[in-house]
């Protein structure tokens, strides 16, 4: 099984609303890694999990926390965001942390913050 | 400069031509080479990925990988309509993968 799933697929959210985007992956990988990419842009990178631990935040928005329950989970929590925050949101994991290249992503969760 | 640079496009080509996509990156340090095939809309899928100099293939695609050059291509023979879609070319950066803008391939009956 070489899935990431995410729910939800899409999602519109109110800037004052609290929501959570989930990531699950089954392959026994030990990193996991939230992405965000705008229209025609590449995916930037927003946080890397290794061993359920965070080990780098790009420097990203505190509206935006991540969380690891175990190390098939992946949650993104979002809070009063802003319109530019709306983009497709991935998830995406491998191997270890040293294996950052073989990674397999999620299908994405389309986010509009009205 | 950026650390990975590719052509924006749109390159056309029609069906059963070669499709040839160009990256250069600027970190000589850099180790391992990925090329990502997106459909609009959807999530990347890796296609191919080199890690020594020369050229890897894998059915229809051939990556090239030129270190010297800091060079890194991808070539689609025999290409299709259902091969339109933006290409990224990504690079490892110790334990990041480092994303090009992509270039967009249309391939036209």
């Known amino acids: 099984d070489t899935e990431v799933t995410q729910t939800p697929k899409h999602l519109v959210m109110g800037m004052t609303n609290k929501k959570s985007l989930k990531c699950e992956q089954h392959?026994?990988?030990?990193?996991m890694y939230w992405y965000k990419q705008k229209a025609k842009k590449p995916p930037e990178l927003m946080f890397v999990y290794s061993y359920e631990k965070l080990s780098i935040n790009e420097s990203v928005p505190s509206r935006f926390s991540p969380e690891c329950p175990n190390s098939s989970l992946l949650n993104l929590h979002l809070h009063a965001l802003q319109p530019e925050d709306s983009a497709l949101y991935l998830c995406?994991?491998?191997?270890?942390?040293?294996?950052?290249?073989?990674?397999?992503f999620g299908p994405g969760t389309r986010l509009t913050v009205t | 400069q950026k650390e990975v640079e590719q052509n924006s496009g749109p390159l056309s080509v029609p069906e059963g031509a070669i499709a040839s996509l160009n990256c250069t990156y600027s970190?000589?340090?850099?180790?391992?080479f990925f090329w990502y095939r997106q459909y609009s809309g959807k999530s990347p899928e890796l296609i191919m990925f080199?890690?020594?100099?020369g050229d890897k293939e894998d059915g229809r695609f051939t990556a090239q990988l030129n270190k010297a050059s800091q060079y890194v291509s991808l070539l689609i023979r025999d290409s299709q309509p259902s091969d339109s879609a933006t290409y990224l070319c990504?690079?490892?950066?110790?334990?990041?993968?480092?994303f090009g803008t992509g270039t967009r391939l249309q391939v036209f009956p």
């Open positions: 392959m026994g990988h030990r990193a």
């Open positions: 080199i890690y020594s100099n």
């Open positions: 995406a994991s491998s191997p270890s942390r040293q294996q950052s290249y073989e990674q397999y």
């Open positions: 970190d000589r340090g850099s180790q391992s």
């Open positions: 990504a690079v490892t950066n110790t334990d990041k993968l480092i």
